[in-house]
């Protein structure tokens, strides 16, 4: 593996994770207020064409980190919108 590999893929896994905090925060406190499930709809469409893109180059650290992330911001989105709804 080089020096570019262990970038990107380090640079995937970051922003990977970056949304687990939120999830946490929105499950244990249930303010889901300043969040906006615009921002999350974009980002999931985002990491879904990057998903797809990994397909498409057949590079599985792009189909892996966004892949995942895809679903970590599905289930921030579902979260915001359930709690949202909850509210009404």
Partial sequence: MDFEQIIGILAGILTTIAVIPQIYKAIKSKNVDDISPYMFVTLCLGVGLWT?????????????????????????????????????
């Fill in 52 to 88: 797809y893109y990994g397909f498409l180059k057949n590079d599985l650290p792009i189909i892996i980190t966004n892949g995942v992330s895809f679903i970590f911001n599905s289930c921030m989105l579902i979260i915001a919108l359930t709690a949202k709804s909850e509210k009404n």
